[in-house]
């Protein structure tokens, strides 16, 4: 049984008292429907991560006023070209030109992947552990508060609420979409205030202040802990996974296969989704291939099941957590869904791109139980 539902999948409404009493339309981002009318309408997005910084600055220019009611600021990268099409000539490359599509996604994979992140590791000598994790981090802290800056230099009310205090990178990586330049339009407006209660007609923050709005779109993101374990899975002797991974705390060997659960693969599980930059499809890959090596093997030597050792299990996710120990994610200025309520990192892995390709592309067998005509090897 292959679980491909990945992380980002049940999306997690946040809940406001009185949020049952607010009559126009509500709405989670994920549920997202081009049936929903915004012309002319004054809309609120409740988030500021990677859903919000797209969906505002495609919206703002068609509708009456966006409010945008943020918890966290974000740091988000400027990217030349973002919204560019791919020019006829480039098409022309990608699709004759012999190796060029393998060295042209190399090169994003690196410029915006493993070549970003030894930026992201603690230095323990670095005298500034507040505001960046290392030197490099801290360039990239000054590059990005720049930038933000200059898109916000008529709007110095702006900036306080939009420089960040924790490091770059601690959390997901954006990408800019306009989205400062776009909080400085009139009919926006970006709300630091925390949401006290839903009224009838819209929201009132802890400033005391009603403001009235048609729809309210909740970009608050997914119950990222769940994973396969929402499926009800049973495994050996009655296991439940959802048991398994209680405490939000779910894990798994390379993040695709978990103790007593045998013929079970998960994929994009515990601890690898990316999160330095990359592509879930590169994930995909590997963890596919992953799967079908198993397959193979298991059929090429008559074995009816395989489930990970739970020394195998366990030395790995010591592995991961002692690495992550090291890394940005881990850091304890911010918040972050990578991380579960007792601050370990569940969600992101901790390897590079290159080298979780290796250790998925060619399984070990030894690192599982076999079982062969019902008897357990």
């Known amino acids: 049984m292959v679980s491909a539902i990945g992380q980002l999948n049940d999306p997690s409404p946040a809940r406001f008292a009185g949020d049952e009493d607010f009559k126009g339309l509500k709405v989670h981002s994920a549920l997202w429907s081009d049936d929903i009318k915004l012309d002319g309408k004054h809309v609120a997005v409740i988030g500021t991560g990677a859903t919000a910084m797209q969906l505002v600055p495609s919206i703002a220019g068609r509708v009456a006023s966006v409010t945008v009611y943020q918890r966290t600021a974000q740091w988000a990268r400027p990217v030349k070209g973002y919204s560019d099409p791919i020019t006829e000539g480039a098409q022309w490359l990608l699709a004759h030109v012999p190796f060029y599509v393998q060295w042209y996604r190399f090169n994003m994979f690196w410029r915006y992947g493993d070549g970003l992140l030894p930026f992201l590791r603690k230095d323990p000598a670095w005298p500034h552990p507040e505001r960046a994790v290392n030197k490099g981090n801290d360039r990239h802290r000054q590059e990005l508060t720049d930038f933000i800056l200059s898109e916000l230099k008529d709007r110095p009310d702006l900036i306080a609420k939009c420089v960040p205090t924790y490091p770059p990178y601690g959390k997901r990586i954006l990408l800019d979409n306009n989205w400062f330049k776009t909080l400085t339009r009139p009919n926006v407006e970006l709300v630091t205030d925390?949401?006290?209660?839903?009224?009838?007609?819209?929201?009132?923050?802890?400033?005391?202040k009603l403001r009235q709005h048609d729809v309210i779109v909740i970009s608050t993101g997914f119950k990222v802990t769940e994973m396969a374990a929402r499926l009800n899975i049973t495994g050996r002797d009655g296991r439940n996974l959802k048991e398994v991974w209680r405490d939000d705390n779910p894990t798994a060997y390379l993040g695709l296969t978990v103790p007593d659960f045998p013929n079970l693969f998960v994929m994009l599980g515990p601890n690898s989704g990316p999160a330095h930059g990359g592509s879930v499809?590169?994930?995909?890959?590997?963890?596919?291939?992953?799967?079908?090596?198993?397959?193979?093997?298991?059929?090429?030597?008559?074995?009816?099941?395989?489930?990970?050792?739970?020394?195998?299990?366990?030395?790995?996710?010591?592995?991961?957590?002692?690495?992550?120990?090291?890394?940005?994610?881990?850091?304890?200025?911010?918040?972050?869904?990578?991380?579960?309520?007792?601050?370990?990192?569940?969600?992101?892995?901790?390897w590079r791109f290159v080298d979780y390709w290796r250790m998925t592309h060619d399984p070990d067998l030894s690192h599982y139980r076999q079982t062969r005509d019902g008897q357990q090897a």
């Open 281 to 350: 499809i590169f994930q995909s890959e590997c963890q596919s291939r992953y799967i079908s090596a198993c397959l193979v093997e298991m059929i090429e030597n008559g074995i009816a099941a395989i489930d990970v050792h739970p020394a195998a299990h366990d030395r790995y996710i010591n592995q991961v957590d002692a690495e992550h120990e090291q890394l940005i994610w881990t850091h304890p200025g911010m918040t972050t869904y990578y991380r579960n309520k007792r601050g370990r990192v569940f969600s992101a892995m901790p």
């Open 194 to 208: 925390r949401i006290d209660h839903f009224a009838p007609d819209g929201i009132v923050a802890a400033d005391g």
